[in-house]
C-alpha cells in the first residue's frame, strides 16, 4: 500500500483550474462594472450640480439686467414728467 501525502488529499483537479479562473473573471468584470457605474453616477451627479449652479447665476444676472431696465425705465417717465411739467409752466 502506498502512502498519500496529507496535502495531495486537499488539492483540486486540474479540471478546477478552469472553473476558478472562470469565476474569477467573472468576479473582476463585475466589480470592474461596479466601479465604473459608480464612477459615472459621481460625474453625474457633479453635471447636474453644475447645471443647477449655472442656472441659478443666469436668473440671478437676469433679475439684475431686469432691476436695471426697470430703474431706467423710471428714470426715463421722470424725466418726461418733468420736461412736461416745466413746459406747461407747473413747476413753480
Known amino acids: 500500500m502506498q502512502s498519500q501525502l496529507p496535502c495531495s488529499s486537499a488539492g483540486a483537479g486540474?479540471?478546477?483550474?478552469?472553473?476558478?479562473?472562470?469565476?474569477?473573471?467573472?468576479?473582476?468584470?463585475?466589480?470592474d462594472f461596479m466601479d465604473a457605474m459608480a464612477e459615472k453616477q459621481r460625474l453625474d451627479?457633479?453635471?447636474q450640480k453644475?447645471?443647477?449652479?449655472?442656472?441659478?447665476?443666469?436668473?440671478?444676472?437676469?433679475?439684475?439686467r431686469r432691476r436695471k431696465r426697470c430703474?431706467?425705465?423710471?428714470?426715463?417717465?421722470?424725466?418726461?414728467?418733468?420736461?412736461?411739467?416745466e413746459k406747461s409752466g407747473c413747476g413753480n
Open 45 to 47: 451627479e457633479e453635471f
Open 50 to 64: 453644475k447645471l443647477e449652479r449655472n442656472k441659478m447665476i443666469a436668473e440671478e444676472q437676469t433679475a439684475k
Open 14 to 31: 486540474s479540471g478546477e483550474f478552469h472553473v476558478y479562473r472562470h469565476l474569477r473573471r467573472r468576479e473582476y468584470q463585475r466589480q
Open 71 to 85: 430703474m431706467l425705465w423710471i428714470n426715463a417717465v421722470i424725466v418726461c414728467l418733468h420736461l412736461s411739467a
